[in-house]
């Protein structure tokens, strides 16, 4: 196993985030939880998935970041921030929560939606997956009122 492996099992995809001896910490890119620890030996029989298997299941395409616009790319640093205090204790959960509760103060926005940034860059592993989706605004017929 190599970091940043993609591998499936039963419909499950996950990414590979760090390796040591016989474990290996591992992100469900389908549920978007925050990374666990398994035994090495629990994950035989998995198999190899490509970025494009994993964009295509989630109904996502991600967009270069040179051309998204300027305020989307601004919100994605931005959360790139908030998430790049942790990375460095991503092996170790209990640096990690702390870290997540750290942040969360610091930045004033809640443990969850610092939880949400980071298994979101994880997942994806870039930077453009941090862009707020669009909204789309349901056209609404005018009264007279």
């Known amino acids: 196993m190599e970091k940043n492996q993609l591998i499936k099992c039963q419909g499950i995809i996950y990414r ?4 040591e001896e016989d474990s290996i910490l591992l992100i469900d890119c389908i549920k978007k939880s925050m990374p666990r620890w398994y035994e090495i030996g629990r994950i035989e029989g998995y198999e190899d998935c490509t970025e494009e298997e994993l964009l295509e299941s989630k109904g996502i395409e991600l967009v270069v970041e040179q051309d998204l616009s300027q305020k989307a ?8 921030t908030v998430v790049a ?7 170790d959960d209990r640096f990690r929560v702390e870290a997540v509760k750290k942040i969360s103060k610091e ?9 949400n940034y980071l298994c979101q ?22 009264t007279e009122d």
């Open 121 to 142: 860059y994880l997942t994806y592993q870039s930077i453009s997956a941090l862009v707020p989706k669009e909204r789309a605004v349901p056209d609404r017929e005018l």
């Open 16 to 19: 590979v985030l760090a390796v």
């Open 85 to 91: 205090g942790i990375l460095p204790f991503l092996n």
């Open 107 to 115: 930045k004033r926005i809640s443990k969850q939606t610092v939880r």
């Open 73 to 80: 790319r601004c919100t994605a640093h931005k959360r790139f």
